[in-house]
């Protein structure tokens, strides 16, 4: 069974530039979680999405945007990019709801210059 | 508000060593805790504790979570340098269907 992918592994973008950032759950699973792991913190809370909808967003701002396609694959956007978007963007998903935790797939390292 | 706060945040100790990573939270309803492992990207998944005082194991890694004190602890026995990685605390906030970490801690393994 493939577990959660991530495309791409890595990114260089410039500041005010626009990213895309790609992830597939794991097969069966409807659910795909969004975090931001920046250099030295941890995992900060981006979006959720189920069935195609978006649940849930963390405290971020309005240019980081995604959706979950019919397949329940999903893409992050990021517009305007600034420098302190440099970060570790992690993909997770779930069968049984998150009291059983993710599932969580490599990252996309993006680094913004 | 709801929150995992973990440490030491990092930790040097010679292979063969016990460590001891302490992680406390206060989560509004909460659920059950999890530890994670996170070498260099995915962060995999250790243990899942939701019952106080009953040990978790898994080889020379055990766990176990006090539900009147809000804490858990991830012991390590006979470290080896496999075991340097960050460890990640987190805990299910249900509704908002997320589940929330904290810091880690960095654990780095001396030959």
């Known amino acids: 069974e493939a577990g959660v992918t991530q495309s791409p592994t890595h990114l260089i973008k410039t500041r005010g530039q626009q990213v895309t950032l790609r992830c597939s759950p794991i097969?069966?699973?409807?659910?795909v979680y969004w975090y931001q792991q920046a250099l030295g913190l941890g995992l900060q809370f981006l979006l959720w999405?189920?069935?195609?909808?978006?649940?849930n967003r963390g405290n971020f701002p309005p240019r980081f945007s995604g959706r979950q396609f019919p397949n329940y694959s999903s893409e992050l956007n990021v517009n305007a990019l600034e420098l302190e978007d440099s970060a570790l963007y992690l993909c997770?998903?779930?069968?049984?709801?998150?009291?059983?935790?993710?599932?969580f797939g490599s990252g996309t390292r993006l680094t913004v210059v | 508000e709801d929150k995992v706060v973990q440490s030491p945040l990092s930790l040097v100790v010679h292979e063969g060593d016990t460590v001891t990573l302490n992680c406390s939270y206060e989560?509004?309803?909460?659920?059950?805790l999890l530890w994670y492992k996170q070498e260099k990207k995915a962060p995999t998944f250790l243990f899942m504790l939701?019952?106080?005082?009953i040990e978790k194991k898994s080889g020379r890694l055990s766990s176990i979570l006090d539900k009147k004190e809000l804490f858990s602890i991830l012991n390590i026995t006979a470290t080896q340098t496999g075991d340097s990685a960050v460890y990640l605390c987190?805990?299910?906030?249900?509704?908002?269907?997320?589940?929330?970490f904290g810091s880690g801690t960095r654990l780095s393994i001396r030959p």
């Open positions: 989560v509004t309803n909460f659920r059950s």
């Open positions: 997770a998903s779930s069968l049984q709801g998150v009291n059983y935790g993710y599932t």
């Open positions: 939701t019952s106080s005082g």
């Open positions: 987190a805990s299910p906030v249900s509704s908002a269907s997320k589940i929330i």
């Open positions: 097969s069966g699973h409807t659910s």
């Open positions: 999405y189920d069935e195609g909808e978006e649940r």
